[in-house]
């Protein structure tokens, strides 16, 4: 969309947070209208000690400006770090999801101005993973100038991260290039001179700035021969730091320790436990889809625990979510069975996906032991687990539901609802079409 020349960057209004269980003193919530093409858009601010850099956190896909003060372990990891070490904070929403888009660089570059000059921020830290990182590795190679250090978690170029996502069957990922493709007006081979502005690999030379580039060797959401690419391409800078952590998931990318002043790395995280599964592929006897589950093998005097993941995740959740994964630890060590399936992805225990759920169990009961079936869950996944119990009692000894909606067709109709709150509506929106597709109703 061309620039209206009559748009200027317009702050509506910044109006204190009273979360205080949530957000440190002092924060702000920022709502602004853009230069770009007059959209609304948000974002959070926290103040810190004015001779300090200003962290500016770019949230991952899919999820919001908040995400450092409301996801569990980003906020434990990295918003402790920012506030030890009295950094002011930036939390930039970028039109939800759209990987740095026109309108996205644009409001950016005025938001810091704009705070420049409103709470007199002096040089900026991008901070992101995952999409968050691609974000940031963007911005950094449109205005250089801007910025003094990135820390990018989890990335790799954006041409590769965009096929990757097209090539592949995971429905998250297929959403992820249709809504970026949204954002920018066109698809890469549509609009080719948009997003090779943003590429790293185009434009290497445009990153003097101190860059920390960390990577899991085992990212099953990112390529990480992409992501080694970007690695060799700067490995002459010296200012570049690459860390890959071996047998690292896609968060693993998120917990190296990294001095905020310095951009040196502390110390690299540390690699996951080794929980082998096996992955078990499928057809289902209700409409013949392939689909899969994982299985950690258990003691037979044990119980076996069935994971179901939530809304956006799929079936290996609880490897890849370093939040929740200590309870796959502790089921293993005390030697539960683990089921964790995929259930078609947003399912939301669709009839097929309950046939799916029965035809796994009474496939692993005939060749697995255990002593009782417990489906603990939460979020989409709480609700699926509900909902199952209800179907098919005589497979279930217990239900552990986490934050679950009791009654899909109800949840469905508040997720529609005209008074959602803007901050919501697009995930709530989401959601409701995930659950009629999945019903088909």
């Not at 999801?97 to 005025?110: E, G, I, N």
């Not at 101005?113 to 974000?135: P, T």
């Not at 994964?325 to 060590?333: G, I, S, W």
Request: aromatic share 8%; hydrophobic share 45%.
């Amino acid at each position: 969309m061309p620039v209206a020349e009559s748009l200027v960057f317009v702050v509506l209004s910044i109006a204190p947070i009273q979360d205080s269980a949530l957000y440190p003193p002092g924060t702000v919530r920022i709502e602004y209208r853009s230069a770009y093409d007059g959209g609304a858009d948000w974002a959070l601010f926290t103040p810190g000690a004015p001779d300090k850099r200003t962290v500016v956190y770019l949230h991952g896909s899919f999820a919001h400006a908040d995400q450092i003060y409301t996801r569990q372990d980003i906020r434990d990891f990295w918003l402790t770090r920012i506030r030890a070490g009295g950094h002011p904070l930036l939390a930039v929403n970028m039109r939800d999801t759209s990987y740095m888009s026109p309108a996205a660089t644009r409001d950016l570059t005025d938001l810091l101005d704009h705070c420049a000059k409103a709470f007199g921020c002096r040089s900026y830290l991008l901070l992101g993973g995952s999409g968050g990182a691609s974000s940031a590795m963007a911005y950094a190679v449109m205005h250089p100038e801007k910025i003094g250090g990135v820390i990018a978690m989890g990335m790799c170029d954006i041409f590769a991260r965009l096929g990757f996502a097209r090539r592949s069957s995971n429905p998250v990922l297929q959403k992820l290039a249709r809504v970026t493709a949204e954002a920018y007006g066109g698809t890469p081979e549509e609009k080719p001179e948009l997003y090779r502005e943003r590429s790293v690999l185009a434009h290497p030379d445009r990153l003097a700035m101190p860059v920390v580039l960390t990577m899991g060797e085992k990212d099953a959401l990112i390529p990480v021969a992409e992501t080694r690419k970007i690695a060799e391409a700067l490995k002459g800078h010296p200012n570049f730091t690459y860390v890959e952590i071996p047998g690292g998931d896609h968060d693993s990318a998120l917990w190296v320790d990294i001095d905020l002043d310095t951009l040196a790395v502390k110390s690299p995280a540390p690699p996951l436990p080794t929980v082998n599964a096996e992955r078990v592929e499928f057809i289902s006897a209700s409409d013949g889809r392939r689909d899969w589950y994982l299985v950690v093998p258990g003691k037979p005097d044990q119980p076996c625990c069935i994971n179901i993941h939530g809304h956006g995740s799929a079936g290996d959740q609880l490897w890849t979510r370093l939040d929740i994964r200590p309870n796959l630890d502790a089921a293993v060590r005390k030697g539960i069975t683990v089921l964790s399936p995929n259930l078609r992805g947003n399912a939301w225990m669709s009839p097929a996906a309950a046939a799916d759920l029965t035809q796994i169990i009474a496939a692993e009961r005939r060749r697995r032991v255990w002593t009782k079936t417990i489906v603990v869950a939460g979020s989409m996944g709480g609700s699926s687990a509900l909902a199952f119990a209800a179907l098919r009692p005589e497979f279930v000894d217990g239900v552990v539901a986490l934050g679950a909606a009791t009654d899909v067709a109800r949840y469905q109709a508040w997720c529609l609802a005209p008074d959602s709150p803007p901050r919501t509506a697009a995930i709530r929106k989401a959601i409701a079409e995930a659950i009629e597709a999945a019903y088909e109703s």
